[in-house]
């Protein structure tokens, strides 16, 4: 085999070895819930970040109103000041009047924040609900996950023993099992046919002494019974004398 074509059936085994793993149903879900965990991980950093965020906003709003309480109180203060001759009008009026514009500022800052706050709380809430769907969803991918694998046991484990079902006659179990009970047989009749074969073989002499031990064993027992029975009559003959 030339190396252009090894190359070419390599990058063809990795290209079907590819397309099984992404028609793997396992495979994809198991990927769809790593991505949506990683997902889920971002979402809950940038909620951290964002709740950190309205945190010192908060603080900052609030900070900024009581600031702006502050010098209102400090203005008016002042102009009592100046009315009680403590300190000079003009100097409490100027004084006021920076206050005043303080507490603006602050007042103004108060204002923003609290429309900083709405827009940030905002975005927290869409944030807790995204949150709440990803777990949602990795939650249910991860039991249709335990689902697809115990299927694709089933299946493995029908697929298998279908796929031997449906082989079996063309494994050759039965053919083999066949031509053993046919080797059988024909080793049976061998051996009937050597049996018969051994009887047809032998010569007349073999038949005649056959015969003949047969019927001298045939004569061998009578003469013995012939000679008892003389023997017992000899012995009354002797008694009766």
């Known amino acids: 085999m030339g190396l252009?074509?090894?190359?070419?059936?390599?990058?063809?085994?990795?290209?079907?070895?590819?397309?099984?793993q992404l028609e793997d149903p396992i495979k994809i879900t198991e990927q769809g819930i790593r991505d949506l965990k990683t997902s889920l991980e971002q979402s809950l950093r940038a909620l951290a970040e964002v709740k950190a965020v309205a945190n010192r906003k908060r603080t900052d709003t609030e900070n900024a109103r009581r600031l702006s309480d502050d010098y209102e109180r400090k203005a008016m203060l002042l102009l009592r000041k100046a009315q009680l001759g403590e300190i000079a009008e003009i100097e409490a009026d100027r004084l006021a009047t920076q206050s005043l514009d303080l507490k603006s500022q602050n007042e103004q800052l108060y204002l923003d924040g609290q429309q900083e706050q709405i827009r940030l709380d905002q975005q927290i809430s869409k944030l807790d609900s995204g949150i709440v769907a990803l777990r949602n969803h990795i939650s249910k991918y991860e039991n249709e996950l335990k689902t697809l694998r115990a299927r694709a046991q089933v299946a493995a484990a029908t697929r298998t023993v279908n796929k031997q079902l449906a082989g079996v006659d063309s494994t050759s179990t039965v053919a083999l099992l066949e031509r053993m009970k046919e080797k059988i047989d024909q080793d049976e009749a061998i051996a009937d046919a050597y049996g018969e074969m051994s009887l047809e073989s032998r010569s007349v002499d073999d038949e005649i002494e056959s015969a003949l031990a047969s019927e001298t064993s045939s004569q061998s027992d009578s003469l013995l019974a012939l000679k008892a029975r003389l023997s017992a009559n000899s012995e009354r003959k002797m008694l009766g004398e």
Request: hydrophobic share 40%.
């Open 4 to 20: 252009f074509t090894r190359i070419k059936k390599i990058a063809e085994s990795e290209a079907h070895s590819l397309a099984d």
